[in-house]
């Protein structure tokens, strides 16, 4: 049974950091491409960055470029999301699945709340 367990998020000011984590079992999770995506309040869920399975390449959404930098552990079965200089318009929840542009698994997991205010 595949499970992807994010965490890491909370409340946070702007210009501040966080890093999100992404637990992952019951598929092989170092021969796939994962990604990060996010929903904010009523808006479509959207890929924010992807790494491919030896974490050799990375890419992001222009938004976050620059501020969020993806990273994974094979080893662990987790991969990262460093969130840094963030800004109100980052706060959504946010979700890891394998895949990029479309994501690999049909289910998600519970997603983690940023929320980035004053």
């Known amino acids: 049974q595949v499970q992807l367990a994010e965490s890491g998020g909370g409340l946070v000011q702007p210009g501040g950091s966080l890093r999100l984590s992404c637990a992952c079992s019951?598929?092989?999770?170092?021969?796939?491409?994962m990604s990060w995506y996010r929903q904010a309040p009523g808006k479509e869920r959207e890929l924010v960055a992807t790494?491919?399975?030896?974490?050799?390449?990375?890419t992001y959404a222009g938004s976050v470029k620059g501020r969020f930098t993806i990273s994974r552990d094979n080893a662990k079965n987790t991969m990262y999301l460093q969130m840094n200089s963030l800004k109100p318009e980052d706060t959504a929840v946010y979700y890891c699945?394998?895949?990029?542009?479309?994501?690999?698994?049909?289910?998600w997991g519970q997603g983690t709340q940023v929320t980035v205010s004053s």
């Open positions: 790494i491919t399975s030896a974490g050799g390449t990375t």
């Open positions: 019951g598929f092989a999770f170092s021969v796939h491409t």
């Open positions: 699945n394998a895949g990029g542009m479309i994501a690999y698994f049909g289910s």
